[in-house]
C-alpha cells in the first residue's frame, strides 16, 4: 500500500499530506501570535517537501496526483503561511491604510505564488527534475520571506513600506525569467 504508486495515499503523498499539515497547523499559531512554533513548523514542512520528492523518485511513486499535491501544500506552507507571518508581524501596530495597502501587497505575492505553481505544473512531467527552475521557486521565495521577518524581529529594518516594496520584488521574482539551479 505505501510504495503502491496508484494509492492516492503511498508513501511521498503521506509526507506531502503532512507538509500541508504543518503549514495550515503552523497559520493557526501565526494569528494567535506564536511565530515561534509556527517557523518551527514551516521548517518541518520544508524538510517534509524535500523529503516527498526524494521518496518518490527513490520508489516510482511519481505521479501527476502526486504533482498536483505537492503544488498544493507548496501553496500553503511556501506561499500562504509565510506571508501571514510577515503580513501578521509587521503589521500587529499598524493604521488600518497601513493594513490595507499591505494587504493589498502580500495578496499579490499570493496570486504570484499561485501562477507559479500552476506555471510548474503545466510544465512538469512525472518523474523528471529540470537542472534549472525558471523563476525563483516558493521554497526560496518562503525563505526570502523568512530573511525579512528576522529583520523585522532583530529590529533591522521597522519600516512595513520598505517590507513591501521588498514583498513585491519576491514576487516579481516568481513568474520572472530568472535560472535558478536545481539543487
Same mark, same amino acid.
Do not use: H
Given at each position: 500500500?505505501? =510504495?503502491?504508486?496508484? *494509492?492516492?495515499?503511498?508513501? $511521498? *503523498? ?12 503552523a497559520i493557526h499559531f501565526i494569528v494567535h501570535g506564536d511565530f515561534f512554533t509556527a517557523i518551527i513548523l514551516a521548517w518541518i514542512a520544508? $524538510? ?11 520508489? *516510482? ?9 505537492? !503544488? ?5 506552507? =511556501?506561499?500562504?503561511?509565510?506571508? =501571514?507571518?510577515? /503580513? ?5 501596530? !499598524? #493604521?488600518?491604510?497601513? %493594513? !490595507?495597502?499591505?494587504? $493589498?501587497?502580500?495578496?499579490? /505575492? @499570493?496570486? #504570484?505564488?499561485?501562477?507559479?505553481? @500552476?506555471?510548474?505544473?503545466?510544465? #512538469? %512531467? %512525472? ?19 523568512? +530573511? ?8 533591522? +529594518? ?6 513591501g516594496v521588498l514583498v513585491m520584488v519576491i514576487a516579481w521574482s516568481l513568474n520572472s525569467k530568472m535560472k535558478i539551479r536545481h539543487p
Open positions: 500500500m505505501l =510504495f503502491d504508486k496508484d *494509492n492516492r495515499f503511498n508513501l $511521498a *503523498n503521506l509526507i506531502t499530506f503532512g507538509n500541508i499539515a504543518c503549514g495550515t497547523i520544508g $524538510a517534509l517537501d524535500i523529503a516527498d520528492g526524494k521518496v518518490a523518485r527513490k520508489y *516510482n511513486l511519481s505521479t501527476e496526483f502526486g504533482i498536483q499535491v505537492d !503544488s498544493y501544500a507548496d501553496f500553503i506552507s =511556501f506561499v500562504v503561511m509565510p506571508s =501571514f507571518l510577515l /503580513y501578521y508581524a509587521i503589521t500587529a501596530e !499598524s #493604521s488600518g491604510l497601513t %493594513e !490595507s495597502i499591505l494587504g $493589498a501587497i502580500f495578496i499579490f /505575492y @499570493i496570486v #504570484s505564488g499561485l501562477r507559479r505553481l @500552476i506555471e510548474f505544473n503545466i510544465k #512538469s %512531467e %512525472e518523474g523528471t527534475v529540470t537542472k534549472y527552475f525558471e523563476g525563483v521557486p516558493t521554497p526560496l521565495g518562503a525563505i526570502l520571506l523568512w +530573511v525579512l521577518y528576522l529583520l523585522f524581529a532583530y529590529g533591522l +529594518v521597522l519600516n512595513p513600506y520598505i517590507f
